[in-house]
């Protein structure tokens, strides 16, 4: 069985560019301790080559799958048949709130994206200690989630629309933010961490996430979780990272130059993210690569968005160090199809 590898989301901090605060995650906990017992279908799992023209289909989640991530009886729309038994058994699990329910239907009828609930477990949150998870439906006063989720889904539906008009697909391997699972949870004893966690193209939702503030927020959050999926998904082994065989070297070399000195760090940093104590949050230390490489997809996400919507722009991120200008090119290659709306850096 491949190891499903969970991202923990598990350190405040402040911003001076970004919209979000920083979404700090920690390599999966070692083996003593229990992953969340609700790992969808593995990250790693054989993907189709995409043909010249052509799209691959990504796995869609069957009604049984929708029924595990919901947590509902399998029985409980037995009669019904297609998408009615999908909108029957969202419906059961959302019918406290039926506004929240229209947007857990939204979710699924548009993306496939299984509006689930986490299951029960307790996580080992490092040096803050253990952390109890229990499951939670975004109702009511939560309904903001998901409605921000929605919100966020809508836009990224925009962006690919917007950003494959620029140019053909010439990647192998498709950059999938649908259909992923979404598992809602509560984190207990007035913790605020993890706000989120990915594995196997799983989402899990903390509604008593401290970074969650906001739509903007939200939908960033977003894209850097859902980035991790396809940083694990595009790598060449089972083992491995995208981002860990393609970028650690410059990655490392700045590090060794720079260490935590944010004066040094500024010119090589995707986003103006800092850890509360600490330092960029993607050259936080502990955080690895992995969380540069998400930082600069968020920023070439950010960046793009700003060209084809006519929106202010920041400094072009590949405009600065050859580093940066490497990752750039590399990240844009795997993920994007080689599309930049960005100009050319001088003109």
């Given at each position: 069985?491949?190891?499903?590898?969970?991202?923990?989301?598990?350190?405040?901090?402040?911003?001076s560019?970004s919209?979000?605060?920083?979404?700090?995650?920690?390599?999966?906990?070692p083996?003593s301790?229990?992953?969340?017992?609700?790992?969808?279908?593995?990250?790693?799992?054989?993907?189709?080559?995409?043909?010249?023209?052509?799209?691959?289909?990504?796995?869609?989640?069957?009604y049984?799958?929708?029924?595990?991530?919901?947590?509902?009886?399998?029985?409980?729309?037995?009669?019904?048949?297609g998408?009615?038994?999908?909108?029957?058994?969202?419906?059961?699990?959302?019918?406290?709130?039926?506004?929240a329910?229209?947007?857990?239907?939204?979710l699924?009828?548009?993306?496939?994206?299984?509006?689930?609930?986490?299951?029960a477990?307790?996580?080992?949150?490092?040096?803050?200690?253990?952390?109890?998870?229990e499951?939670?439906?975004?109702?009511?006063?939560?309904?903001?989630?998901?409605?921000?989720?929605?919100?966020?889904?809508?836009?990224?539906?925009?962006?690919?629309?917007?950003?494959?008009?620029?140019?053909?697909?010439r990647?192998?391997?498709?950059?999938r933010?649908?259909?992923?699972?979404?598992?809602?949870?509560?984190?207990?004893?007035?913790?605020?961490?993890?706000?989120?966690?990915?594995?196997?193209w799983?989402?899990?939702?903390n509604?008593?996430?401290?970074?969650?503030?906001?739509?903007?927020?939200?939908?960033?959050t977003?894209?850097?979780?859902?980035?991790?999926?396809?940083?694990?998904?595009?790598?060449?082994?089972?083992?491995?990272?995208?981002?860990?065989?393609t970028?650690?070297?410059?990655?490392?070399?700045?590090?060794?130059?720079?260490?935590?000195?944010?004066?040094?760090?500024?010119?090589?940093?995707?986003?103006?993210?800092?850890?509360?104590?600490?330092?960029?949050?993607?050259?936080?230390?502990?955080?690895?690569?992995?969380?540069?490489?998400?930082?600069?997809?968020?920023?070439?996400?950010?960046?793009?968005?700003?060209?084809?919507?006519?929106?202010?722009?920041?400094?072009p991120?590949?405009?600065?160090?050859?580093?940066?200008?490497?990752?750039?090119?590399a990240?844009?290659?795997?993920?994007?199809?080689?599309?930049?709306?960005?100009?050319?850096?001088?003109?």
């Amino acid at each position: 069985m491949k190891r499903a590898l969970v991202l923990f989301s598990l350190l405040s901090a402040c911003s001076s560019r970004s919209s979000r605060t920083a979404i700090t995650e920690t390599p999966p906990p070692p083996p003593s301790a229990s992953p969340p017992p609700s790992a969808a279908p593995s990250a790693s799992a054989p993907r189709e080559v995409e043909d010249a023209g052509t799209e691959p289909a990504d796995p869609e989640p069957s009604y049984d799958e929708l029924v595990s991530a919901l947590g509902i009886p399998a029985a409980a729309c037995a009669p019904l048949a297609g998408d009615a038994r999908a909108r029957c058994a969202i419906d059961e699990r959302y019918k406290a709130d039926p506004k929240a329910g229209a947007l857990a239907n939204e979710l699924w009828a548009k993306w496939r994206i299984a509006p689930g609930v986490e299951a029960a477990h307790t996580m080992d949150g490092g040096y803050r200690g253990t952390i109890r998870i229990e499951p939670a439906v975004p109702v009511n006063g939560d309904r903001k989630h998901i409605e921000w989720i929605a919100l966020a889904m809508r836009d990224l539906d925009r962006f690919w629309t917007d950003l494959e008009k620029l140019g053909p697909r010439r990647t192998t391997k498709r950059y999938r933010f649908r259909p992923i699972t979404l598992r809602f949870m509560r984190s207990m004893n007035g913790k605020r961490t993890p706000s989120a966690y990915a594995h196997d193209w799983t989402v899990a939702w903390n509604l008593e996430g401290s970074l969650h503030t906001s739509a903007d927020a939200v939908r960033e959050t977003l894209v850097h979780e859902i980035f991790h999926l396809n940083d694990r998904a595009h790598a060449a082994t089972s083992e491995g990272w995208w981002s860990s065989l393609t970028l650690s070297k410059d990655y490392d070399a700045i590090v060794k130059k720079c260490g935590t000195a944010l004066g040094c760090l500024a010119p090589y940093a995707p986003n103006g993210t800092i850890v509360r104590g600490g330092t960029y949050y993607a050259f936080q230390p502990g955080n690895g690569v992995v969380e540069y490489a998400a930082e600069l997809a968020l920023r070439y996400y950010r960046e793009q968005r700003a060209v084809m919507r006519s929106l202010p722009r920041e400094k072009p991120f590949k405009c600065g160090p050859p580093e940066n200008a490497r990752a750039w090119e590399a990240m844009k290659g795997e993920f994007f199809g080689g599309i930049d709306a960005v100009p050319p850096c001088g003109t």
